[in-house]
């Protein structure tokens, strides 16, 4: 059934794309750094973002028509950006759109700093849309370089079909042009904040840097290092004590030296792990993220766990596979795996534990972040049937901060569980390193 627009354009955007997308083949382009470096004079969605590069890659891999124009089947071009909704106006709106935003090409560029060069265009200055296909013309501006560019960043729209932020989806691209070199080049933030967002009311409306910090890069940037192919960390070159330009360190993530999962197997896993009690996106996830042999290892000892009648019964299968995933337990332990511990007869003390619940509502949150809109609304729906006061349940979109906190504080430990004596002992360890450092 197509989805009813709510108005939010973020959230009905994030529904809009397969998460599972983990198992296909590259489907890369070269994409010029004159259009990777440019502003747009608007906010460009996430899903005008993804046709742009699926019209720019079809046209270096076909040949214009007589009149100029490339043609994409409606069909391929969905695939092509993960769009799976049967919304298909939702699709053609946004085609429409694309066609009236302004682009100011290349702003970086040393030429344009120093004011010695401005150009600006529309990337698609005609457009013609049918039911089954699309026909449209590329600036002549940037028509040499797309096609055959000298600098560029190799594009994998199977990569891009990930992100469910427009400005994730902008990062990335500005930080894999510099993979090579591990580093990107300084931008002033509040150009960079234009470039990714548009230089519209979106970005208007970060006007100071520390609220774009908070509201925009770090979820931006956990989202690349979570889903992409590279791991950014954002630097910051201060004037006196004031943010004034901002630059990425840029690795690439090292992939898995064994088979890659197929997807019939990768399929079977995310059903095994939902059946735990893991929400489907965070299941996706961790399948593109672990061997398939790590996650049936996990598998088969959480399942053990559970079989075992001689230890107490498994409060948390989700949290404990987890556990037992990113610890690899299953490789590194031959003994019964660890019980459950009680906090109260932790060694840590009241103080480090105390810390520890709040550094682990700010991983909830995050975590919380990265899920796919339906299982943010389920468990949304769990946690307002527990049995608390009616001040403490989730009612509307903003809710209150200690709303806020009774929530994530819930789902982390729905997450993952009573911290072992282990890992209170690490964090106690990382504060104090901290401390002296």
């Known amino acids: 059934m197509p989805r009813k627009s709510t108005g939010k354009v973020t959230a009905d955007q994030i529904a809009l794309f397969n998460q599972g997308d983990t198992f296909e083949a590259p489907n890369a382009f070269r994409k010029p750094v004159q259009v990777i470096h440019s502003m747009p004079r608007t906010h460009l969605s996430l899903v005008q973002r993804k046709l742009a590069n699926a019209w720019l890659k079809n046209a270096t891999d076909s040949l214009a ?29 946004a085609a429409r759109a694309l066609m009236s935003v302004i682009f100011e090409w290349d702003v970086i560029s040393p030429e344009v700093k120093r004011n010695q060069v401005w150009k600006a265009s529309v990337l698609f200055p005609e457009v013609e849309i049918r039911p089954d296909m699309i026909r449209y013309q590329i600036s002549r501006q940037v028509l040499e370089q797309v096609l055959s ?16 932020r427009a400005s994730s989806l902008a990062l990335y691209e500005h930080c894999l042009r510099f993979e090579r070199i591990k580093r990107t080049t300084e931008v002033e933030w509040n150009l960079f904040r234009d470039i990714i967002l548009g230089d519209g009311s979106d ?3 970060y006007k100071e840097y520390k609220v774009f910090k908070d509201k925009v890069l770090k979820l931006t940037i956990a989202e690349i290092n979570a889903l992409s192919d590279i791991t950014v960390e954002l630097q910051e070159t201060k004037i006196g004590r004031r943010v004034h330009a901002l630059w990425f360190t840029v690795t690439k993530v090292q992939p898995n030296q064994v088979e890659p999962i197929d997807d019939a197997a990768g399929q079977h896993l995310v059903a095994e792990m939902v059946a735990l009690g893991l929400m489907q996106s965070e299941a996706r996830q961790l399948v593109g993220k ?42 590194t332990e ?9 906090s109260k007869k932790q060694d840590a003390g009241p103080d480090i534990a105390a810390l520890y619940r709040v550094e682990q509502i700010k991983e909830a949150s995050r975590y919380f972040e990265e899920l796919n809109p339906e299982d943010q609304k389920l468990l949304v729906e769990e946690y307002n049937q527990m049995d608390i006061a009616p001040s403490l349940k989730i009612k509307g979109s903003k ?31 990382q504060i104090l390193a901290s401390s002296r450092s």
Do not use: H
């Not at 560019?149 to 469910?164: G, H, S, V, W």
């Open 290 to 331: 672990y061997t398939q042999a790590e996650i049936s290892g996990a598998l088969s000892y959480t399942n053990i766990r559970m079989k075992d009648q001689k230890s107490a019964k498994l409060a948390n299968p989700a949290a404990y596979f987890r556990r037992a995933l990113s610890g690899r337990w299953a490789a």
């Open 203 to 205: 970005a208007k409306s």
């Open 65 to 93: 028509d007589k009149d100029g124009m490339w043609t994409i089947n409606t069909a391929r071009l969905a695939e092509d950006i993960g769009f799976d909704s049967n919304n298909r106006a939702y699709l053609v709106d």
């Open 334 to 342: 031959t003994a019964t795996a660890p019980g459950r511990v009680n």
């Open 149 to 164: 560019p000298e600098m560029y960043a190799l594009i994998d729209l199977n990569i891009l079909k990930r992100f469910r």
């Open 399 to 429: 809710p209150g901060k200690a709303v806020q906190t009774r929530f994530y504080g819930w789902l982390a430990l729905r997450t993952w569980g009573e911290p072992k004596p282990e890992e209170l002992l690490r964090f106690a360890q």
